[in-house]
Protein backbone atom coordinates (compact mmCIF):
# COMPACT_ATOMS: atom_id res chain seq x y z
CA UNK A 1 0.00 0.00 0.00
CA UNK A 2 0.90 4.00 -0.50
CA UNK A 3 2.27 5.38 2.93
CA UNK A 4 4.03 8.52 4.37
CA UNK A 5 6.58 7.06 5.68
CA UNK A 6 9.15 8.73 8.23
CA UNK A 7 12.14 6.08 6.87
CA UNK A 8 15.11 7.52 8.88
CA UNK A 9 16.04 10.07 11.87
CA UNK A 10 16.12 13.37 9.57
CA UNK A 11 13.91 16.18 7.71
CA UNK A 12 10.73 15.05 5.62
CA UNK A 13 8.35 12.68 4.71
CA UNK A 14 8.74 10.12 1.50
CA UNK A 15 6.01 9.17 -0.25
CA UNK A 16 6.28 4.59 0.14
CA UNK A 17 5.00 0.89 -1.05
CA UNK A 18 4.89 -0.46 2.17
CA UNK A 19 3.15 -3.88 3.72
CA UNK A 20 -0.30 -3.65 4.41
CA UNK A 21 -0.74 -3.71 8.62
CA UNK A 22 -2.06 -6.99 9.96
CA UNK A 23 -4.34 -6.78 12.62
CA UNK A 24 -4.35 -8.89 16.19
CA UNK A 25 -7.58 -10.49 16.99
CA UNK A 26 -8.76 -7.43 18.79
CA UNK A 27 -8.30 -4.97 15.83
CA UNK A 28 -9.64 -4.46 12.71
CA UNK A 29 -8.31 -2.85 9.69
CA UNK A 30 -9.41 0.45 8.04
CA UNK A 31 -9.92 1.74 4.57
CA UNK A 32 -8.71 5.51 5.17
CA UNK A 33 -10.67 8.12 2.90
CA UNK A 34 -9.47 11.40 4.38
CA UNK A 35 -6.76 12.76 6.60
CA UNK A 36 -6.21 15.45 8.51
CA UNK A 37 -3.11 17.26 8.62
CA UNK A 38 -1.64 18.70 11.71
CA UNK A 39 1.11 20.61 13.56
CA UNK A 40 2.52 17.37 14.93
CA UNK A 41 3.29 15.91 11.52
CA UNK A 42 4.65 18.99 10.83
CA UNK A 43 6.87 18.46 13.81
CA UNK A 44 7.79 15.08 12.39
CA UNK A 45 8.11 16.35 9.19
CA UNK A 46 10.99 19.07 10.10
CA UNK A 47 12.38 16.63 12.76
CA UNK A 48 12.33 19.26 15.81
CA UNK A 49 13.72 18.52 19.16
CA UNK A 50 10.48 17.14 20.20
CA UNK A 51 10.00 14.65 17.41
CA UNK A 52 13.81 13.52 17.78
CA UNK A 53 13.34 12.48 21.11
CA UNK A 54 9.95 10.95 20.85
CA UNK A 55 9.70 9.63 17.31
CA UNK A 56 11.50 5.93 16.07
CA UNK A 57 11.46 5.76 12.46
CA UNK A 58 10.22 3.89 10.72
CA UNK A 59 6.97 4.80 10.67
CA UNK A 60 3.55 5.67 9.13
CA UNK A 61 2.99 9.34 10.19
CA UNK A 62 -0.41 10.92 10.64
CA UNK A 63 -3.36 10.35 13.44
CA UNK A 64 -6.53 12.15 11.95
CA UNK A 65 -8.84 10.13 9.64
CA UNK A 66 -11.56 8.47 8.81
CA UNK A 67 -12.35 5.29 6.47
CA UNK A 68 -14.35 2.39 5.99
CA UNK A 69 -13.81 -0.73 7.92
CA UNK A 70 -12.47 -3.93 5.95
CA UNK A 71 -11.76 -6.86 7.63
CA UNK A 72 -11.82 -7.42 11.61
CA UNK A 73 -10.40 -9.44 14.46
CA UNK A 74 -11.91 -12.65 15.89
CA UNK A 75 -12.76 -11.07 19.58
CA UNK A 76 -13.99 -8.06 17.64
CA UNK A 77 -18.02 -7.96 18.46
CA UNK A 78 -18.90 -4.55 17.94
CA UNK A 79 -17.56 -3.55 14.88
CA UNK A 80 -18.42 -4.88 11.44
CA UNK A 81 -17.15 -4.50 8.00
CA UNK A 82 -17.76 -1.79 5.79
CA UNK A 83 -18.63 0.59 9.00
CA UNK A 84 -17.93 3.91 8.41
CA UNK A 85 -15.67 4.97 10.88
CA UNK A 86 -13.35 7.53 12.61
CA UNK A 87 -11.02 6.59 15.77
CA UNK A 88 -9.54 8.32 19.07
CA UNK A 89 -5.92 7.83 17.90
CA UNK A 90 -4.39 7.62 21.95
CA UNK A 91 -4.43 4.35 22.62
CA UNK A 92 -4.40 3.78 26.23
CA UNK A 93 -3.70 0.97 28.64
CA UNK A 94 -7.69 0.70 30.07
CA UNK A 95 -5.69 -0.47 33.25
CA UNK A 96 -4.30 1.75 35.13
CA UNK A 97 -5.61 4.55 38.28
CA UNK A 98 -6.59 7.07 35.42
CA UNK A 99 -8.26 4.79 32.97
CA UNK A 100 -10.08 3.51 36.19
CA UNK A 101 -11.02 6.60 37.33
CA UNK A 102 -12.59 7.80 33.75
CA UNK A 103 -9.74 9.92 33.14
CA UNK A 104 -8.02 7.98 30.14
CA UNK A 105 -7.39 10.94 28.02
CA UNK A 106 -4.46 11.41 30.49
CA UNK A 107 -3.36 7.69 30.64
CA UNK A 108 0.47 7.52 31.31
CA UNK A 109 0.91 4.59 29.08
CA UNK A 110 -0.65 6.66 26.19
CA UNK A 111 0.49 5.19 22.53
CA UNK A 112 -0.38 8.10 19.67
CA UNK A 113 -0.91 6.43 16.27
CA UNK A 114 1.50 8.16 13.92
CA UNK A 115 4.23 9.29 16.94
CA UNK A 116 4.34 5.77 18.70
CA UNK A 117 2.99 3.20 16.12
CA UNK A 118 1.77 3.67 12.29
CA UNK A 119 -0.63 6.15 11.35
CA UNK A 120 -3.29 7.16 8.51
CA UNK A 121 -1.06 8.86 5.74
CA UNK A 122 -1.41 5.18 4.55
CA UNK A 123 -4.46 3.08 2.59
CA UNK A 124 -4.86 1.15 5.18
CA UNK A 125 -4.47 0.98 9.18
CA UNK A 126 -4.96 -0.96 11.92
CA UNK A 127 -7.24 0.24 15.14
CA UNK A 128 -7.94 -1.45 18.71
CA UNK A 129 -11.72 -2.08 17.71
CA UNK A 130 -12.50 -0.07 21.47
CA UNK A 131 -10.97 3.50 19.63
CA UNK A 132 -13.18 3.14 16.57
CA UNK A 133 -15.94 5.84 16.54
CA UNK A 134 -18.85 5.10 14.39
CA UNK A 135 -19.99 7.94 12.26
CA UNK A 136 -23.58 9.36 11.26
CA UNK A 137 -24.52 8.51 7.89
CA UNK A 138 -24.88 12.27 7.45
CA UNK A 139 -21.44 13.01 8.31
CA UNK A 140 -18.98 13.16 5.57
CA UNK A 141 -15.52 10.98 5.87
CA UNK A 142 -14.10 14.46 5.40
CA UNK A 143 -15.86 15.58 8.55
CA UNK A 144 -14.85 12.18 10.24
CA UNK A 145 -11.22 12.98 9.33
CA UNK A 146 -10.83 15.84 11.36
CA UNK A 147 -13.19 14.93 14.24
CA UNK A 148 -9.43 14.90 16.50
CA UNK A 149 -8.58 18.10 16.40
CA UNK A 150 -12.36 19.04 16.34
CA UNK A 151 -12.44 16.91 19.60
CA UNK A 152 -9.75 18.83 21.05
CA UNK A 153 -11.91 21.91 20.53
CA UNK A 154 -15.15 20.35 21.97
CA UNK A 155 -13.06 19.15 25.13
CA UNK A 156 -11.74 22.51 25.80
CA UNK A 157 -14.77 24.89 25.24
CA UNK A 158 -17.32 22.16 26.93
CA UNK A 159 -15.38 21.62 30.12
CA UNK A 160 -15.78 25.50 30.92
CA UNK A 161 -19.31 26.83 31.64
CA UNK A 162 -20.00 28.38 28.15
CA UNK A 163 -23.63 29.18 28.22
CA UNK A 164 -24.46 32.77 28.93
CA UNK A 165 -20.45 33.44 29.03
CA UNK A 166 -17.99 36.05 27.50
CA UNK A 167 -15.78 34.35 26.48
CA UNK A 168 -12.28 34.91 24.89
CA UNK A 169 -10.05 32.67 22.17
CA UNK A 170 -6.56 33.23 22.05
CA UNK A 171 -5.45 32.01 18.38
CA UNK A 172 -7.26 31.33 15.50
CA UNK A 173 -5.57 28.09 14.50
CA UNK A 174 -8.09 25.08 13.48
CA UNK A 175 -8.84 24.20 16.99
CA UNK A 176 -9.43 27.93 17.76
CA UNK A 177 -12.14 28.00 14.73
CA UNK A 178 -13.47 25.21 15.71
CA UNK A 179 -13.92 26.34 19.70
CA UNK A 180 -15.44 29.28 18.37
CA UNK A 181 -18.39 27.93 16.20
CA UNK A 182 -18.99 25.43 19.51
CA UNK A 183 -18.86 28.41 22.12
CA UNK A 184 -21.36 29.90 20.12
CA UNK A 185 -23.41 27.21 19.19
CA UNK A 186 -23.25 26.18 23.52
CA UNK A 187 -24.85 29.47 24.04
CA UNK A 188 -21.79 32.01 24.67
CA UNK A 189 -22.96 35.76 25.52
CA UNK A 190 -19.98 36.44 22.65
CA UNK A 191 -17.22 35.33 21.62
CA UNK A 192 -14.04 37.43 21.38
CA UNK A 193 -11.06 35.70 19.09
CA UNK A 194 -7.52 36.94 18.83
CA UNK A 195 -5.05 36.10 16.60
CA UNK A 196 -1.94 37.79 14.66
CA UNK A 197 -2.98 36.56 10.95
CA UNK A 198 -5.93 37.90 8.35
CA UNK A 199 -6.47 34.73 6.93
CA UNK A 200 -7.12 33.06 10.55
CA UNK A 201 -9.26 36.24 11.67
CA UNK A 202 -11.32 36.04 8.38
CA UNK A 203 -11.99 32.47 8.89
CA UNK A 204 -12.74 33.44 12.97
CA UNK A 205 -15.44 35.56 11.64
CA UNK A 206 -16.99 32.68 9.84
CA UNK A 207 -16.86 30.64 12.31
CA UNK A 208 -19.22 33.23 14.26
CA UNK A 209 -16.98 35.19 16.16
CA UNK A 210 -18.54 38.31 17.66
CA UNK A 211 -15.25 40.38 17.54
CA UNK A 212 -12.08 39.23 15.70
CA UNK A 213 -8.92 40.70 16.62
CA UNK A 214 -5.63 41.50 16.56
CA UNK A 215 -4.01 41.19 20.09
CA UNK A 216 -3.60 44.07 20.85
CA UNK A 217 -7.15 44.86 20.07
CA UNK A 218 -8.16 42.25 22.40
CA UNK A 219 -8.10 44.02 25.94
CA UNK A 220 -10.70 46.72 24.21
CA UNK A 221 -12.62 44.59 22.91
CA UNK A 222 -12.86 41.98 26.11
CA UNK A 223 -13.21 45.25 28.06
CA UNK A 224 -15.77 46.53 25.94
CA UNK A 225 -17.92 43.55 26.06
CA UNK A 226 -17.24 42.75 29.60
CA UNK A 227 -17.92 46.35 31.48
CA UNK A 228 -13.94 46.24 32.19
CA UNK A 229 -14.70 42.96 33.66
CA UNK A 230 -12.45 40.70 32.09
CA UNK A 231 -13.87 37.53 30.10
CA UNK A 232 -15.54 34.55 32.37
CA UNK A 233 -13.76 32.21 30.25
CA UNK A 234 -10.53 31.86 27.75
CA UNK A 235 -9.47 29.23 26.07
CA UNK A 236 -6.47 29.79 24.86
CA UNK A 237 -5.59 27.69 21.80
CA UNK A 238 -2.18 29.23 20.56
CA UNK A 239 0.46 28.04 22.68
CA UNK A 240 2.36 31.39 22.08
CA UNK A 241 3.79 33.08 25.75
CA UNK A 242 2.09 36.86 24.51
CA UNK A 243 -1.04 35.08 24.05
CA UNK A 244 -0.89 32.94 27.11
CA UNK A 245 -0.13 36.09 29.50
CA UNK A 246 -3.04 37.74 27.68
CA UNK A 247 -5.39 34.99 28.61
CA UNK A 248 -4.43 35.69 32.22
CA UNK A 249 -4.42 39.13 32.41
CA UNK A 250 -7.91 39.08 30.21
CA UNK A 251 -9.56 36.78 32.43
CA UNK A 252 -11.88 38.27 35.15
CA UNK A 253 -11.45 37.55 38.74
CA UNK A 254 -12.62 33.95 39.56
CA UNK A 255 -12.91 33.51 36.02
CA UNK A 256 -11.44 30.16 33.93
CA UNK A 257 -8.37 29.44 31.50
CA UNK A 258 -8.68 26.71 29.22
CA UNK A 259 -4.84 25.42 28.20
CA UNK A 260 -5.08 23.95 24.96
CA UNK A 261 -1.97 25.71 23.14
CA UNK A 262 1.76 24.24 23.95
CA UNK A 263 4.32 26.62 24.48
CA UNK A 264 7.90 25.24 23.03
CA UNK A 265 9.64 26.10 26.57
CA UNK A 266 8.82 27.26 29.89
CA UNK A 267 7.69 30.40 30.67
CA UNK A 268 7.30 33.19 33.19
CA UNK A 269 3.72 33.98 34.75
CA UNK A 270 3.52 36.42 38.03
CA UNK A 271 1.32 33.66 39.89
CA UNK A 272 0.39 35.97 42.66
CA UNK A 273 -0.99 38.42 40.85
CA UNK A 274 -2.28 36.52 37.45
CA UNK A 275 -3.82 33.76 39.05
CA UNK A 276 -3.65 33.34 42.96
CA UNK A 277 -5.45 36.83 44.15
CA UNK A 278 -7.81 36.92 40.57
CA UNK A 279 -9.38 33.08 42.12
CA UNK A 280 -8.41 31.65 38.44
CA UNK A 281 -8.73 28.64 37.84
CA UNK A 282 -6.89 26.82 35.36
CA UNK A 283 -7.55 23.47 33.34
CA UNK A 284 -5.33 22.01 31.04
CA UNK A 285 -6.58 20.18 28.16
CA UNK A 286 -4.90 16.56 27.05
CA UNK A 287 -6.57 15.16 24.04
CA UNK A 288 -10.24 14.70 24.15
CA UNK A 289 -11.82 12.82 26.87
CA UNK A 290 -12.96 9.34 26.35
CA UNK A 291 -15.82 9.28 25.44
CA UNK A 292 -17.89 11.91 26.86
CA UNK A 293 -15.91 14.20 24.06
CA UNK A 294 -16.33 12.11 21.24
CA UNK A 295 -20.45 11.45 22.36
CA UNK A 296 -20.87 15.56 22.90
CA UNK A 297 -19.16 16.21 19.60
CA UNK A 298 -21.37 13.36 17.71
CA UNK A 299 -24.28 14.64 19.17
CA UNK A 300 -23.38 18.62 18.57
CA UNK A 301 -22.82 17.40 14.48
CA UNK A 302 -25.81 15.26 14.54
CA UNK A 303 -28.17 18.07 15.32
CA UNK A 304 -26.72 20.25 12.99
CA UNK A 305 -25.68 22.82 16.05
CA UNK A 306 -22.77 23.45 14.76
CA UNK A 307 -20.73 23.39 11.13
CA UNK A 308 -17.00 22.94 10.86
CA UNK A 309 -16.50 22.81 7.35
CA UNK A 310 -15.81 26.20 6.37
CA UNK A 311 -12.49 25.71 8.73
CA UNK A 312 -10.95 23.27 5.82
CA UNK A 313 -9.65 24.91 2.97
CA UNK A 314 -7.62 22.53 1.29
CA UNK A 315 -7.84 19.44 -0.28
CA UNK A 316 -4.77 17.15 -1.25
CA UNK A 317 -3.28 14.31 -2.52
CA UNK A 318 -1.03 12.18 -0.21
CA UNK A 319 2.04 12.86 -3.31
CA UNK A 320 1.67 16.88 -2.19
CA UNK A 321 3.16 16.47 1.03
CA UNK A 322 5.83 18.60 0.86
CA UNK A 323 2.43 21.39 -0.26
CA UNK A 324 0.35 20.46 2.64
CA UNK A 325 3.73 21.11 5.20
CA UNK A 326 4.41 24.28 3.62
CA UNK A 327 0.43 25.42 3.61
CA UNK A 328 0.48 24.36 7.81
CA UNK A 329 4.29 26.82 8.11
CA UNK A 330 2.65 29.44 5.75
CA UNK A 331 -0.64 30.29 8.06
CA UNK A 332 -2.70 30.48 4.58
CA UNK A 333 -4.54 27.63 5.48
CA UNK A 334 -6.95 26.82 8.03
CA UNK A 335 -7.34 22.71 7.93
CA UNK A 336 -5.53 20.72 5.41
CA UNK A 337 -7.05 17.70 4.47
CA UNK A 338 -5.40 14.35 2.13
CA UNK A 339 -7.88 13.05 0.14
CA UNK A 340 -6.70 9.41 0.07
CA UNK A 341 -9.64 7.00 -1.29
P1 LIG B 1 -1.88 26.64 15.21
O1 LIG B 1 -0.72 26.26 16.08
O2 LIG B 1 -1.61 27.01 13.83
O3 LIG B 1 -2.70 27.82 15.89
C1 LIG B 1 -2.07 28.82 16.62
C2 LIG B 1 -2.61 30.18 16.19
O4 LIG B 1 -2.17 31.14 17.13
C3 LIG B 1 -2.12 30.62 14.82
O5 LIG B 1 -3.21 30.95 13.97
C4 LIG B 1 -1.26 31.85 15.14
O6 LIG B 1 -1.29 32.84 14.13
C5 LIG B 1 -1.93 32.33 16.43
N1 LIG B 1 -1.11 33.28 17.22
C6 LIG B 1 0.21 33.52 17.19
N2 LIG B 1 0.54 34.50 18.06
C7 LIG B 1 -0.60 34.89 18.66
C8 LIG B 1 -0.93 35.86 19.66
N3 LIG B 1 0.00 36.62 20.24
N4 LIG B 1 -2.22 36.01 20.03
C9 LIG B 1 -3.19 35.24 19.47
N5 LIG B 1 -2.95 34.29 18.53
C10 LIG B 1 -1.68 34.12 18.13
O7 LIG B 1 -2.90 25.44 15.10
P2 LIG B 1 -3.76 24.44 16.00
O8 LIG B 1 -3.64 23.15 15.31
O9 LIG B 1 -5.11 25.05 16.12
O10 LIG B 1 -3.07 24.28 17.41
C11 LIG B 1 -3.20 25.20 18.45
C12 LIG B 1 -2.31 24.85 19.63
O11 LIG B 1 -2.81 23.69 20.30
C13 LIG B 1 -0.86 24.52 19.28
O12 LIG B 1 -0.02 25.06 20.29
C14 LIG B 1 -0.82 23.00 19.34
O13 LIG B 1 0.46 22.51 19.61
C15 LIG B 1 -1.77 22.75 20.49
N6 LIG B 1 -2.40 21.43 20.57
C16 LIG B 1 -2.66 20.96 21.82
C17 LIG B 1 -3.31 19.75 21.98
C18 LIG B 1 -3.60 19.26 23.37
O14 LIG B 1 -4.07 18.13 23.51
N7 LIG B 1 -3.31 20.05 24.40
C19 LIG B 1 -3.71 19.01 20.87
C20 LIG B 1 -3.46 19.53 19.60
C21 LIG B 1 -2.82 20.75 19.46
ZN1 LIG C 1 -4.24 3.99 31.52
Not at 39 to 56: C, E, F, Q
Not at 61 to 81: N, S
Not at 273 to 291: A, D, N, S
Amino acid sequence: MRALVKRTAGPGLALADVPEPEIRDDEVLIRVRRAGVCGTDLHIYTWDDWARRRVKPPIVVGHEFAGDVVQVGRLVTDVREGDRVTAEGHIVDGRCLLCRTGNSHVCPYTRIIGVDRDGCFADYIAMPATNVWHLDPAIPYEIGGIHDPMGNAFHTALTAEIPGAFVLVTGCGPIGLFAIGICKAAGAARVVASDVNETRLALARRMGADDAVHPEGAEAAVRAATAGLGADVVLEMSGVPAAIRQAFALARVGGRVQMLGIPARPIEIDLATEVIFKGLTIYGVVGRRMYDTWIQMSRFLRAGHFDPSPVITHRLPLEAVDEAMRLITSGEAGKVVFEIA
